[in-house]
């Protein structure tokens, strides 16, 4: 055989062999979905999406874009990405659209991951990651290598009557109040905490409480509340205020936290507790830790799950999926977890 032609026969072979490697890494290589909430926060997103893109392809990833119709659609979304299995699916919105994808996620290998661009982003705060804006666009891209650097742990997922939830479950005033804001245009997104308040302060004007009958592991408690909210994290009032400062997110157990009263005094008084954290001393405030309970009502009350208004009704039951859902806990997060040595891969 001529030199020319094993010359020409080792450049075949080596160009066979070159595809066939691309090929086996693309196989293998990591599946992503980047979701996005069109209309979260008070700056849209999707124009810094490639940027992301292009960081995750460089890490290889394989990488599909979606963009969210609404919440149940983010949370069918990510239960097919589950069924999918895809390894990760990075969700770049607000509280309310981490809640959904959660839903979707919980019982799955597939691991969550917040980019906060919403409005308020709670969750974000509880891990260290600062939000989206036009005027820090970049927080995008340090969110997301943040999140590659960072260990996957399975954390709690709540259930309030089945539909699952990651930060809060509310009814009462809270809820009353994200009934009336929710949807909102973006303009209002600009001035989020003065119009909150305002609904807030306008609703508890009317507002004369319910009265609850909670069921937990045998006890009964009875009273009237302005508001209870059951939370697997500790901020709350969009991050403003801490509410349960002992709590973990997992640990298997969630708190209940009933807010006795029936009049516009009763819901300052309990505010300006909040916001000094002398709730935790409050004579009317009472605080249930809990895996089980059942809440009755005499009236229908509104529902809201992590920020998103539900339909509500006269009873819910509330339970504890323990360590349902792995996410990506950024080292600033992990103060929250009872137990740091359950990585992903260990659970």
Not at 84 to 89: P, W
Request: charged residues 15%; glycine residues 10%.
């Amino acid at each position: 055989m001529s030199l020319r032609r094993r010359l020409t026969l080792f450049v075949l072979c080596a160009f066979m062999a070159l595809g066939l490697r691309d090929r086996i890494l693309y196989n293998f290589a990591m599946r992503s979905i980047l979701l996005y909430n069109p209309a979260a926060g008070r700056f849209p997103v999707r124009p810094f999406i490639p940027s992301l893109v292009h960081r995750l392809k460089k890490r290889g990833w394989q990488v599909t874009v979606l963009e969210t119709l609404n919440g149940r659609h983010a949370m069918q979304v990510a239960r097919q990405a589950a069924l999918d299995g895809y390894d990760a699916l990075f969700a770049i919105g607000g509280d309310g659209t981490v809640g959904m994808v959660a839903a979707g996620l919980q019982g799955s290998q597939t691991v969550l991951g917040v980019l906060p661009a919403g409005t308020t982003n709670v969750w974000a705060q509880e891990m260290g990651l600062r939000s989206f804006s036009w005027f820090s666009w970049y927080t995008l891209g340090q969110n997301l290598e943040i999140l590659l650097r960072s260990p996957q742990y399975a954390v709690d997922v709540g259930l309030c009557n089945e539909m699952p939830f990651l930060l809060w479950a509310g009814l009462g005033l809270d809820a009353l109040t994200v009934h009336k804001l929710e949807p909102r245009p973006r303009f209002y997104k600009y001035i989020s905490v003065p119009h909150y308040a305002a609904t807030a302060v306008w609703n508890a004007t009317f507002w004369h409480g319910l009265h609850l009958r909670v069921w937990q592991e045998g006890q009964e408690i009875e009273g009237r509340y302005l508001l209870a909210v059951a939370t697997n994290i500790r901020r709350y009032l969009g991050g403003l205020a801490v509410l349960s400062p002992h709590a973990f997110i997992d640990d298997g157990v969630m708190d209940l936290w009933l807010f006795g009263g029936e009049s516009l005094r009763d819901t300052f008084r309990h505010f300006f507790a909040l916001m000094a954290g002398h709730h935790l001393e409050a004579p009317n405030v009472r605080r249930l830790s809990f895996r089980h309970l059942r809440v009755t009502s005499e009236t229908p009350f509104p529902l809201q799950l992590d920020g998103e208004p539900m339909l509500g009704g006269r009873e819910v039951t509330l339970s504890v999926l323990p360590r349902a859902l792995r996410i990506y806990i950024p080292p600033a997060g992990q103060s929250l977890l009872h137990d740091r040595a359950m990585r992903h891969g260990q659970v």
